[in-house]
């Protein structure tokens, strides 16, 4: 397996689908890392510099669009984010799987950049139950999940674009789908 380039993995779909659950187990997987993007919104408690972003401010940011250190990035409620070239091209000439959580309007950036990967839309299986898991989650309050529930019939119109869908419904089902479209099913031997 050794000099094998590794592969972009996106994982894309609404807010609720189960984008983020199916990211943390893949990650269980050694050949799996997670792109770390940049941005210069403020750090939340509970996250580190380096491991959920690379939190930087505004300059910095400037500096790395003029540098054209990014693959893409974009303005996302008033703050900047991108996707480091240097660390995603490291990542994948170790071989690694490389995980993009991203949302829609991002994943379909990145596919319009013609970047080789696989991208892969995460579907609820309706709307009610994208509601209920929204609720569920219990971390935004209503009016935001109203928004995002209105947002997310926009991003559905968009899963043709993606090279699979994957309808979770059955969480562990989903994630085997995934895992085996990224070729991830058979453990590497030892
Ligand atoms: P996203 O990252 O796409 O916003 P999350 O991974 O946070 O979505 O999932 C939203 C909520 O739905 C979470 O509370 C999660 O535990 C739950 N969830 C995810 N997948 C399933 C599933 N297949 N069945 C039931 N609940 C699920
Ligand atoms: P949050 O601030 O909640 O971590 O993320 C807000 C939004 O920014 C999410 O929708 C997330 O998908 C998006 N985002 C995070 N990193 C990037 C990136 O590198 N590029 C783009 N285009 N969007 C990103």
New binding site residues.
């Given amino acids: 397996m050794t000099g094998e380039r590794g592969l972009m993995l996106v994982i894309s779909g609404p807010s609720g689908c189960g984008k983020s659950s199916i990211c943390r187990r893949l990650l269980e997987d050694e050949r799996v890392v997670f792109?770390i993007?940049?941005?210069t919104?403020p750090m939340r408690t509970g996250e580190t510099d380096g491991v959920?972003?690379f939190f930087v401010d505004k300059q910095r940011f400037r500096e790395h669009i003029e540098n054209g250190d990014f693959i893409?990035?974009?303005e996302?409620?008033g703050?900047l984010?991108?996707?480091l070239r240097g660390p995603m091209e490291e990542a994948l000439a170790a071989g690694k799987t490389v995980l993009v959580?991203?949302?829609v309007?991002?994943g379909s950036?990145l596919k319009d950049l013609e970047l080789p990967g696989l991208y892969v839309f995460i579907a609820p299986p309706n709307m009610d139950t994208l509601r209920a898991r929204l609720v569920g989650r219990g971390t935004d309050a209503p009016e935001v999940i109203e928004r995002r529930l209105k947002k997310a019939g926009e991003e559905m119109d968009k899963q043709d674009r993606y090279d699979h869908v994957v309808v979770n419904d059955d969480f562990e089902a989903a994630l085997r789908t995934v895992r085996r479209l990224a070729g991830l099913e058979k453990e590497p031997s030892a």
């Fill in positions: 792109s993007s940049a941005t919104r959920d972003y893409e990035w974009a996302v409620h703050n984010y991108g996707t959580e991203i949302d309007q991002g950036q």
